[in-house]
């Protein structure tokens, strides 16, 4: 396990790794489309029929 415990440490502090919670903006975006997709083919059930 010792021999192991730097490499680990050196893991845990890499600039390059995501934070817990966070998206891309990549995701942002794909997030975005896909509410306005669905606003777009959401319907009104208010209950009155034609």
């Known amino acids: 396990m010792k021999r192991l415990l730097p490499l680990l440490l050196l893991c845990a502090c ?3 790794a995501p934070s817990s919670g966070t998206i891309s903006a990549e995701e942002d975006r794909q ?7 669905l606003d777009a083919n959401a319907y009104d059930d208010s209950g009155d029929e034609e």
Do not use: Q, R, V
């Not at 997030?31 to 997709?37: G, I, Q, T």
């Open 14 to 16: 890499t600039p390059d």
């Open 31 to 37: 997030l975005n489309e896909a509410a306005a997709s």
